[in-house]
């Protein structure tokens, strides 16, 4: 069985502040981890993913990632937040040969001005 | 790009009726998702579909059922609609690719009263 566990269902940063997303999985067979990102009233729009090869990947609107598979995490950062980037986000994981994404409970990202 | 619709963005039924939520994607997909979204605890799946006629039961399909006789149209059916079944519904569409990643529509946010 797979699961993810996202650390803070609410995270709030000043607009230009580092975000970091926590997400942590677990998984008996080699993940396959996606971040993906709700805008109100919006589906699920996919931010970046890891499959296989380079642990650090990047994604659209200066996210990026890095699978750690020591930490089994996946943690989700951008160097400086912009306004826009206020949205939810979940972190969902799969492997080869599943069908189906798992995914975590979300963590809704504030930026203040 | 990749386009999944959804029959409805907003849906107001009572209790005890029969609801149909379609879904319809343009690309093809061999798989097809029915998940719903409700706060802190992220997306629930509730059915897929591999192929035409095809289908398996997800984390939560109590109360549901799926219908998916065209490829590129999938239905998830309240048999009894029950106010604990007002949430918000997505379709997601997958490839046979080794990507894994899943498209998403709108979203229907239904509301049984």
């Known amino acids: 069985a797979q699961s993810v566990t996202q650390l803070g269902s609410h995270v709030s940063v000043s607009e230009g502040a580092l975000v970091l997303l926590r997400c942590n999985y677990s998984s008996s067979v080699p993940p396959y981890l996606f971040w993906y990102v709700q805008y109100p009233n919006q589906g699920l729009q996919l931010l970046l993913k890891?499959?296989?090869?380079?642990?650090l990947v990047k994604g659209i609107n200066g996210f990026e990632a890095e699978f750690k598979k020591s930490e089994t995490s996946f943690h989700l950062t951008k160097p400086s937040a912009h306004m826009s980037d206020a949205a939810e986000y979940f972190c969902a994981v799969t492997a080869a040969g599943r069908r189906a994404l798992t995914f975590g409970s979300g963590t809704r990202l504030q930026v203040q001005p | 790009d990749v386009k999944v619709t959804q029959s409805s963005r907003y849906l107001v039924k009572r209790t005890g009726e029969k609801v149909f939520l379609e879904c319809v994607q343009d690309?093809?997909?061999?798989?097809m998702f029915w998940y719903r979204q409700d706060p802190g605890l992220g997306l629930r799946l509730i059915y897929f579909?591999?192929?035409?006629?095809?289908?398996e039961k997800g984390d939560i399909p109590e109360g549901y059922s799926v219908s998916r006789e065209k490829k590129e149209r999938f239905s998830l059916i309240l048999e009894s609609a029950s106010t604990n079944q007002t949430s918000m519904y997505l379709c997601?569409?997958?490839?046979?690719?080794?990507?894994?990643?899943?498209?998403f529509g709108p979203g229907t946010r239904l509301t049984v009263t």
């Open positions: 997601a569409s997958r490839g046979r690719q080794n990507s894994y990643e899943q498209y």
């Open positions: 690309m093809d997909h061999e798989n």
């Open positions: 579909s591999y192929d035409v006629k095809m289908k």
């Open positions: 890891y499959t296989t090869g380079a642990t």
